[in-house]
């Protein structure tokens, strides 16, 4: 009976430090995979990252850049003188007027600015102003775009953090966990089957 049970005790001892072997191979072979497939992601991340940030920088220098235009005009004579640099470009110049404010003006008149627009230049201009509205419908849409973007990007890094977290502590205590069990009912098992050879 001692040899019986002492044999139950070696194989179940042999079973555990297999599963133990084969858990921690398992789990070395995963996180290697793993390792792998971080490195190229963390990669392909950075390398959007920096371009993200390239063009966040372009257009915020861009966007700087047409507010101080913008700040620099506040009459309508400096409005009239910069006009003409913002429309796009068109067969032959276009001519503004601005009326002389030397003298008083008759009662009830208000000073009017003349732009004199060649007809070769109607068409194109049209044709700019539509651009100018398919852009802007097109550049809320693109920013709706980035946010979204931004949030998705956000919740990847979030998983991948949470797959690092999950592989470092998690994948190789799983499996001892998991071994564990198999090991307990080897044990049962060994035990019963001595308990059948003791009667």
């Known amino acids: 009976m001692k040899l019986s049970l ?24 995963d996180s290697e995979q793993l390792a792998a497939t971080l490195k190229a992601q963390n990669s392909s991340i950075q390398q959007a990252t920096e371009r993200e940030n390239q063009r966040d920088t ?16 506040q009459t309508p004579k400096q409005a009239s003188e910069q006009l003409a640099a913002v429309l796009p470009t068109l067969p032959l110049p276009v001519t503004i007027h601005d009326p002389d404010l030397s003298g008083p003006l008759a009662p009830g008149e208000s000073p009017s600015t003349t732009i004199s627009i060649p007809q070769p230049d109607l068409v194109p201009l049209y044709d700019g102003l539509q651009d100018c509205r398919e852009n802007k ?32 502590g998690g994948a190789f205590l799983t499996r001892v966990i998991r071994s564990a069990k198999w090991l307990a009912i080897g044990i049962a098992v060994g035990a019963a089957a001595a308990a059948t050879i003791h009667h």
């Not at 002492?6 to 072979?29: E, G, K, N, Y």
């Not at 372009?58 to 005009?73: E, F, G, P, Y």
């Open 6 to 29: 002492h044999i139950v005790v070696l194989i179940a001892a042999a079973i555990a430090i297999a599963l133990l072997a084969d858990a921690w191979h398992s789990a070395r072979h």
């Open 58 to 73: 372009q257009l915020s220098t861009a966007l700087s850049a047409i507010q101080s235009q913008k700040r620099a005009v």
């Open 137 to 168: 419908a097109q550049s809320d849409a693109l920013q709706k775009d980035l946010s979204d973007e931004k949030l998705r990007s956000a919740a990847m890094l979030h998983e991948r953090d949470a797959a690092i977290a999950t592989a470092h």
